[in-house]
């Protein structure tokens, strides 16, 4: 079975400090995904990875950044939280030939205060 | 607009009964559609996935429909059970994957 690992299930963090969301996929899938989910709007994508050291933007990668220095571990950061980005966060990995059947983590519930 | 529409956004049936929830998409050109689980505080876990030339696709009590005409999908709970307490999300793939907002589902015994 596919495992996808996130490395928080939930966090609190202050307006303004550095977040480091992680994700692991022991599958040696090729693409990684980071979507938020929020009520009534569904999962929106924020940035994906096809390769090591290569990512790009997604729907709404503004105040996001991401790293990708190993296949296996895709990381998302927010360089200074903000109240608005309070969310369900959800890692996802694909093997390259069929980057669209995702297989999803758990998910990490951020609270930004 | 998001191309992926549910309803009812939520819905409550007792334990043993059937529902039905309805995705309606506008995603062209249709590559696949895939309903999810996503149980409160967990990740979506896959239930069924569909191609356009497929109609119908069961998974136990979850059978999903497709009409690929008309852009339509259901998935159909059969005799539900307290586990099945959930989220249900479609998904639809064209170039990329575009996600329904979801339908929350509550059964009471």
């Known amino acids: 079975d596919v495992k996808v690992t996130q490395s928080s299930r939930y966090l609190v963090k202050r307006t303004g400090e550095k977040v480091f969301l992680e994700c692991v996929q022991d599958?040696?899938?090729?693409?990684m995904f980071w979507y938020r989910q929020d009520p009534g709007l569904g999962l929106r994508l924020i940035y994906f990875?096809?390769?090591?050291?290569?990512?790009e933007k997604g729907d709404i990668p503004e105040g996001y950044s991401v790293s990708r220095e190993k296949k296996e571990r895709f990381s998302l950061i927010l360089e200074s939280a903000s109240t608005n980005q309070t969310s369900m966060y959800l890692c996802?990995?694909?093997?390259?030939?069929?980057?669209?059947?995702?297989?999803f983590g758990a998910g990490t519930r951020l609270s930004v205060l | 607009k998001n191309q992926v529409e549910q309803s009812p956004q939520s819905l409550i049936i007792l334990e043993g009964k059937n529902c039905t929830l309805q995705?309606?998409?506008?995603?062209?050109?249709?590559?696949?559609l895939r309903w999810y689980k996503q149980d409160t505080g967990r990740g979506p876990v896959s239930l069924t996935i569909?191609?356009?030339?497929?109609n119908t696709k069961s998974n136990g009590r979850y059978t999903a429909t497709l009409d690929a005409d008309t852009k339509q999908s259901s998935l159909h709970i059969t005799a539900s059970q307290l586990s099945d307490s959930a989220s249900y999300i479609c998904?639809?793939?064209?170039?990329?994957?575009?996600f329904g907002a979801g339908t929350t589902v509550t059964v009471r015994a």
């Open positions: 995705c309606n998409y506008t995603v062209s050109p249709f590559s696949n």
């Open positions: 569909m191609t356009f030339s497929e």
């Open positions: 990875s096809y390769d090591v050291k290569m990512k």
């Open positions: 996802a990995s694909s093997p390259q030939r069929v980057k669209n059947i995702q297989y």
């Open positions: 998904v639809v793939s064209a170039y990329k994957l575009s």
């Open positions: 599958m040696d899938h090729e693409n």
